[in-house]
Nanobody, 126 residues
């Protein structure tokens, strides 16, 4: 069972940037796609971005496309989420997650991911 630990959240102003990191334990990290979801108070946990096992393919929610960049370093068992031009509506608890199957092909459904981290809070003030 992989363990995921997010970091890098914080309180920033609109227009600022943050980089989230997710450190994964286990030897299977490099075989699976990884993703980021977020959950605002009173709302569902929504897909943000995902990256294929080798980093060559990325997927983004329309709301963050062009502002956020997902990347990974398999040598460090770490996935990143670079967030630029942050908006107040980006305020949420951000979760790192691992795809359930090696055959992941871009699904944005929460059920296609497992092994969630504990989350890191991002708050963007206007």
């Amino acid at each position: 069972q992989v363990q995921l630990v997010e970091s890098g959240g914080g309180l920033v102003q609109a227009g600022d940037s943050l980089r989230l990191s997710c450190a994964a334990s286990g030897r299977t990290f490099s075989s699976y796609a990884m993703g980021w979801f977020r959950q605002a108070p009173g709302k569902e946990r929504d897909f943000v971005a995902a990256i294929s096992w080798n980093g060559r393919t990325t997927y983004y929610a329309d709301s963050v496309k062009g502002r956020f960049t997902i990347s990974r370093d398999n040598a460090k068992n770490t996935v990143y989420l670079q967030m630029n031009s942050l908006k107040p509506e980006d305020t949420a608890l951000y979760y790192c997650t691992k795809a359930e199957r090696i055959s992941y092909s871009g699904s944005r459904h929460r059920d296609d991911f497992g092994s969630w981290g504990q989350g890191t809070q991002v708050t963007v003030s206007s």
